[in-house]
């Protein structure tokens, strides 16, 4: 090739891993930017007086002496509200189903009246607890929707109507220009720094409270998963490499290997249900000997299902970083009088080890983000947080799993936007933070063994 002709085609190539690169990037910022913007939305946000109640009554945290001032400004600016409603009933009634629809819509803003019992679940409890949240609410009471048919050409089309022309003449004409005004004063917002998200548990379903089951049983997962597959995929490695002998079952058996690092994970989620919950009933053997229950759900079968689906690619990871030792350093531990395996401990192994860490931290990414195969062995919609000790015989909520059923299953999928794209923004940072724990050993590992 002429020395112009190979110019032209490295520039060629260095030209196409540059987009190739920026592409990528800008790919990362399109997809990872609404997550930080809206995640970042589930700590730092425009609180009322609502979710200062709702920490208050349930999590017993906050300034009392701030809520109290603020709750007695809150309740002053309300009260108008609710005399205009009991003007209306005694003139009209409380058979009425407008204003039925426009109590249910006060209850979604402000919480339930004053004179109604306590409602039984906790989202019925308490008014809109964000601004952003409240504000639509507050859009709800003063409008309703209505769908115009005027257009023959079109199915029809939604139209906002004000509601103050159902009550025209009655006592309740002045509530909605009044929530209009006073709506500031009614939920007192003001931006709150909000890190229970993270550390709290979970209220109603996630209509409140935080995430701290989700984290928790996410680390539980990873860590078991990594604890049961690495040690497996050393050894497996280390046979391979060192003893296997040059046989067609051992090209048989590495394809198999090879094979297993691409199948579906809901295989794997399907394998770990028949095999460790139904046939081994690994969670059964942990629980108390009086105990009455059967084999279910578990940290433990689901670590050791995570663990299957990881040990390929730690083997095969392993496996080369072990056969890119130069052979010299096992030649020299062998002629001063070292065994093979006191050369492999002593020698090989930690030559390789940064190698060997990069499949780990592949595989905790992996292994952390997999939904399927917990879907059948490990994870719930709903738990508390769990101790160590329970690993062994609980189900635990994770965050993938929860992200996915937050999504598609959750009766109020659209009120808790928040708390998913939380879900998801921490589980990228959780991913980040053990993937830059073991980069950052790796390096320490690395620079020890140079120098």
């Known amino acids: 090739m002429r020395l112009g002709t190979r110019k032209v085609v490295d520039r060629s190539f260095t030209g196409l891993g540059i987009f190739s690169i920026a592409l990528v990037s800008l790919a990362l910022v399109i997809l990872l930017t609404p997550i930080v913007v809206r995640g970042i939305g589930a700590v730092v946000f425009r609180a009322t007086i609502e979710h200062d109640r709702v920490l208050m009554e349930h999590f017993e945290r906050g300034n009392a002496s701030t809520f109290a001032a603020r709750n007695a400004t809150a309740i002053a600016a309300r009260a108008p509200v609710y005399e205009m409603l009991t003007a209306y009933e005694a003139q009209y009634g409380?058979?009425?189903?407008?204003?039925?629809?426009?109590?249910?819509?006060?209850?979604?803003?402000?919480?339930?009246?004053?004179?109604?019992?306590?409602?039984?679940?906790?989202?019925?409890?308490?008014?809109?607890?964000?601004?952003?949240q409240a504000q639509e609410a507050a859009h709800n009471v003063l409008y309703v929707q209505e769908w115009d048919y005027s257009d023959p050409t079109q199915f029809g089309v939604p139209v906002d109507v004000p509601r103050a022309k159902r009550f025209a003449g009655?006592?309740?004409?002045?509530?909605?220009?009044?929530?209009?005004?006073?709506?500031?004063?009614?939920?007192?917002?003001?931006?709150?720094?909000?890190?229970?998200?993270?550390?709290?548990?979970?209220?109603?379903?996630?209509?409140f409270g935080g995430i701290w089951a989700e984290i928790l049983g996410t680390l539980y997962l990873t860590i078991g998963a990594v604890l049961f597959a690495v040690p497996m995929g050393i050894i497996s490695a280390i046979y391979l490499v060192e003893y296997a002998?040059?046989?067609?079952?051992?090209?048989?058996?590495?394809?198999?290997?090879?094979?297993?690092?691409?199948?579906?994970?809901?295989?794997?989620?399907?394998?770990?249900?028949?095999?460790?919950?139904?046939?081994?009933?690994?969670?059964?053997?942990?629980?108390?000997?009086?105990?009455?229950?059967?084999?279910?759900?578990?940290?433990?079968?689901?670590?050791?299902?995570?663990?299957?689906?990881?040990?390929?690619?730690?083997?095969?990871?392993?496996?080369?970083?072990?056969r890119a030792v130069p052979r010299t350093y096992k030649e020299a531990a062998l002629s001063v009088g070292a065994?093979?395996?006191?050369?492999?401990?002593?020698?090989?192994?930690?030559?390789?080890?940064?190698?060997?860490?990069?499949?780990?931290?592949i595989s905790m990414g992996r292994a952390a983000g997999e939904t399927a195969p917990i879907i059948f062995t490990?994870?719930?919609?709903v738990g508390r947080p769990l101790e160590v000790w329970q690993t062994l015989t609980q189900p635990t909520p994770a965050l993938p799993w929860s992200v996915y059923n937050l999504c598609t299953e959750h009766t109020a999928a659209d009120e808790i936007r928040h708390v998913q794209y939380g879900m998801v923004l921490t589980l990228v940072v959780l991913v980040l933070l053990l993937n830059t724990a073991a980069i950052i050993l790796r390096a320490r590992v690395s620079r020890r063994l140079a120098g």
């Open 94 to 132: 409380v058979d009425d189903f407008e204003l039925e629809e426009l109590r249910e819509a006060l209850q979604r803003l402000l919480g339930p009246a004053p004179d109604q019992s306590k409602p039984t679940l906790a989202r019925d409890q308490f008014g809109a607890t964000r601004w952003a």
């Open 170 to 207: 009655t006592p309740l004409e002045s509530l909605f220009p009044y929530v209009s005004e006073h709506l500031d004063e009614m939920l007192q917002p003001h931006w709150t720094l909000y890190w229970g998200f993270l550390l709290d548990d979970s209220l109603d379903a996630h209509m």
């Open 245 to 322: 002998p040059d046989h067609w079952l051992i090209g048989v058996l590495r394809s198999c290997i090879s094979t297993l690092a691409g199948v579906p994970s809901i295989v794997f989620g399907l394998f770990g249900l028949a095999f460790f919950i139904n046939t081994a009933q690994v969670s059964k053997y942990f629980m108390a000997a009086d105990s009455t229950g059967v084999s279910s759900k578990s940290i433990l079968a689901g670590s050791l299902t995570l663990a299957i689906l990881i040990l390929p690619v730690i083997i095969r990871a392993a496996e080369e970083a072990i």
């Open 339 to 361: 065994g093979k395996w006191r050369t492999i401990l002593t020698v090989m192994l930690p030559a390789a080890l940064p190698g060997i860490l990069t499949g780990i931290v």
């Open 378 to 381: 490990a994870a719930v919609s």
